[in-house]
């Protein structure tokens, strides 16, 4: 196999989830994690707003993702909670200082990794300094991610995307798009993160070219003035044609969702995403994958109107790489899997 033969699409926290699924199933040398530089929200929108940079907060997020819990992990992951630091990230500083030593977000997010050990490849899609624009359904334009989310007129829908100016793509992600044998899209803001990274320059090209089995993840909730009123079938057509090809699978969680912490959600807007796929050409695979211990305590959740909820439901690491393993199986595919997850090995049933 190709030394980096796995490649996941992604913009933060469900990207994370995605690579620690498949770290239980092999080793992560063998993974290139492709992330999106367009947020500007939070601390890490004020970051780039003052050093005109990329930004680094998906990429700080991803590699926190996969650092350990030794001292630096615990420090990239820090975030102030009180006082005038308040909302402050330490992985965002490490990484913002790494550029203003010198040198790109790409070579800032390599030098972090090789400190914390972490082997899988971490792509920054671009080093430019970008905003996302939205284009609605009525004509107009939004400039900027969280310009598109806070928006008054979230009822008109938005129908694509486009960089400004226009974002040259890390060479490296196009190489390893290339090589790659699976493509993960993973779960995550659809429009503005997927959405973002697959319009950068020769990303859908070289995905609809490609002979890769190409994944995908639906998410659990619309997300309120992006995917309003989306069904999981409209959420995997846009992806659809978004890389110009018909995905091979796509994942569904198909349990009831906790209570309390969906209905605080529901009060801001966000909704269940409604399940009405038919097999079109894209194998459908259900299940449960949001487990209990990725919901955090309702009293933990804290609403933001600018950056809306943390993410107090995800997918579990530990259902998707069974289902990930099953995929393999289905396809022919496991020698691709070094590693197996210590439980017994699952029916496609037990999903």
């Known amino acids: ?55 680094v907060g998906d ?37 913002a200082a790494m550029m203003d030593e010198g040198g790109s977000l790409y070579h800032a997010s390599r030098r972090l990794c ?8 971490v792509v920054p899609v671009s080093d430019d300094s970008v905003q996302v624009v939205a284009e609605l359904k009525d004509g107009s334009e939004i400039v900027g ?31 390893a798009i290339r090589e790659a044998g699976w493509i993960i899209l993973c779960p995550g803001t ?18 609809s070219e490609s002979d890769a089995t190409v994944i995908g993840i639906c998410n659990i909730l619309t997300q309120p003035g992006v995917t309003d009123g989306m069904t999981a079938n409209d959420h995997l057509n846009t992806l659809s044609e978004m890389i110009g090809r018909k995905l091979d699978f796509y994942l569904i969680h198909d349990r009831d969702l906790p209570e309390e912490t969906l209905k605080l959600y529901m009060e801001k807007g966000f909704q269940p995403v409604v ?11 259900r ?13 933990r959740i804290h609403y933001d109107s600018t950056r809306g909820f943390p993410h107090a439901m995800r997918h579990d690491p530990e259902m998707l790489a069974r289902i990930f393993l ?16 210590k439980e017994e090995r699952w029916k496609v049933t037990d999903f």
């Not at 650092?67 to 490490?94: D, T």
């Not at 598109?148 to 992600?173: L, S």
């Open 1 to 55: 196999m190709k030394s980096h033969d796995i490649v996941t699409i992604g913009n933060g926290t469900g990207q994370g989830v995605i690579l620690q699924a498949l770290r239980k199933l092999t080793d992560l040398e063998r993974v290139t994690a492709i992330v999106g530089v367009t947020d500007n929200g939070g601390h890490s929108g004020a970051l780039r707003a003052d050093m005109k940079t990329p930004s």
């Open 59 to 95: 990429v700080k997020t991803v590699i926190s993702a996969l650092s350990g819990e030794n001292v630096w992990g615990q420090l990239v992951r820090h975030r102030y909670r009180e006082g005038r630091l308040k909302g402050v990230s330490m992985g965002n500083l490490i990484l």
């Open 114 to 121: 090789n400190a914390l050990g972490i082997s899988a490849h």
């Open 145 to 175: 991610e969280w310009e598109t989310i806070n928006r008054e007129n979230a009822d008109i829908p938005v129908v694509g995307v486009h960089h400004e100016p226009e974002m040259t793509t890390n060479h490296r992600a196009i190489k």
């Open 190 to 207: 659809l429009w503005l993160g997927i959405g973002s990274i697959l319009a950068s320059q020769g990303i859908r090209e070289a995905i």
């Open 275 to 285: 399940d009405d796929l038919e097999y079109n050409g894209t194998n459908i695979v």
């Open 287 to 299: 299940g449960d994958l949001v487990s209990d211990s990725f919901v955090q305590a309702v009293d």
């Open 326 to 341: 099953h995929v393999a199986e289905s396809t022919l595919d496991d020698e691709r899997f070094a590693k197996r997850p």
